[in-house]
């Protein structure tokens, strides 16, 4: 099977973009859209009430700071016929939240990796990711990123072709 992909990069870091931005975003893009590939890493809570200035230490002894959830764009991103594919980051080897992660969005794949792993993830060149699916789990050991990509496309290739 041959797949075409016309990629829409959503960019929301720079420019101060909030998570309701993204989200807006990321609904105008995906309405025509046959996948979404979230790969972002958005906030999940905001000051519940943004200053428009900065906190001056002088003025305060304490300052607490009310947080309240951002929306969830991956959440808000389903629709019938859309495939999500999700990534999880998290502390630890914490491969059963990442499992649950996957059930509850109710996304098609879920990518796993361990962000306290030495030498991968954030800032290396290496990572090393769990795929889920349905269909079970694919492990791919340490290798470039460009090549944990693969794999990803790889499985996402297999779950279009059983659609």
Not at 42 to 56: M, N, Q, S, T, Y
Not at 116 to 133: A, F, H
Request: aromatic share 4%; hydrophobic share 50%.
């Amino acid at each position: 099977m041959s797949v075409t992909f016309t990629l829409s990069m959503i960019y929301a870091g720079a420019q101060g973009a909030t998570a309701a931005e993204m989200a807006d975003a990321v609904a105008r893009e995906v309405a025509q859209a046959d996948v979404l590939v979230m790969a972002a890493a958005v906030a999940d809570f905001r000051p519940a009430a943004p200053l428009a200035g900065k906190i001056e230490r002088a003025q305060h002894d304490e300052f607490s700071l009310d947080l309240v959830p951002t929306t969830d764009i991956l959440g808000v991103s389903a629709r019938p016929g859309l495939v999500r594919v999700a990534f999880a980051a998290e502390a630890g080897p914490q491969i059963k939240r990442a499992r649950a992660k996957r059930a509850a969005k109710d996304v098609e794949l879920l990518v796993f990796n361990d962000i306290l792993g030495e030498g991968i993830g954030v800032g290396s060149d290496d990572n090393e990711v769990t795929i889920i699916s349905a269909r079970g789990e694919r492990y791919v050991p340490r290798t470039s990123k460009r090549l944990c990509a693969a794999a990803i496309i790889d499985e996402l290739e297999t779950t279009l072709a059983a659609l």
